[in-house]
């Protein structure tokens, strides 16, 4: 608290008068994760037990599948950081960034602005996280299967909820959200130069 004795307590004494070093990081909390992420790499030992490799061979409304391309397809994340969070998938069961080949890389970028502009037309995100974690000490989740993260962002989408309550308050399931998603994806056609030919999804 505050007064403990600390030559600087009072200018970095927080709005709960508990001193603290500030920085400048906004911090998206996501506790509702541990129990996924607790699971641990061993949960993907090849690519019979990788759900990035599973969920193209099942319907779009159970895989969560929001638009299928030619290498690679969009899927909502099961464990959001935020209502949205899309992932694009190669088809390929790669690991690394450097694995993709031109083809690949073109169009897992063709994938991610495509949804940027879906995501601000159907909920109105006023930013976006964009990321890959690369490998077990990078932080990723499936660290077997390349996955690029699109998280949409809004203003004061971070609330005391996660912080006391390790809750996130989500308003629409899923399935909902996909819905949504993959019926406004066909509004953006690829650019000119894009990979033509991308395959419709199954529902």
Excluded at 72 to 80: H, M, Q
Excluded at 103 to 123: D, F, G, K, Y
Excluded at 173 to 181: A, F, I, K, P
């Amino acid at each position: 608290m505050v007064g403990h004795g600390g030559p600087q307590d009072g200018s970095i004494t927080d709005d709960f008068e508990i001193p603290g070093v500030p920085d400048a990081f906004q911090r998206l909390w996501t506790p509702h994760r541990m129990a996924y992420i607790k699971r641990g790499q061993d949960q993907v030992k090849s690519e019979a037990t990788c759900p990035f490799c599973l969920a193209p061979g099942r319907s779009d409304e159970d895989s969560l599948i929001v638009h299928r391309g030619v290498h690679a397809y969009v899927v909502l994340n099961l464990y959001p950081y935020n209502p949205g969070h899309l992932l694009i998938c190669p088809y390929r069961h790669v690991p690394d960034y450097t694995d993709v080949d031109v083809a690949e890389t073109a169009e897992i970028a063709a994938l991610s602005q495509t949804a940027m502009r879906v995501l601000r037309q159907v909920s109105s995100a006023t930013g976006f996280n964009l990321g890959m974690n690369q490998g077990v000490t990078g932080g990723a989740g499936i660290a077997a299967h390349l996955h690029q993260h699109v998280v949409p962002r809004w203003g004061g989408d971070g609330n005391f909820l996660p912080i006391i309550a390790q809750t996130k308050a989500v308003t629409q399931t899923l399935g909902e959200v996909r819905s949504q998603l993959a019926a406004a994806w066909p509004n953006f056609p690829a650019p000119n130069g894009a990979l033509p030919g991308a395959a419709e999804g199954t529902g």
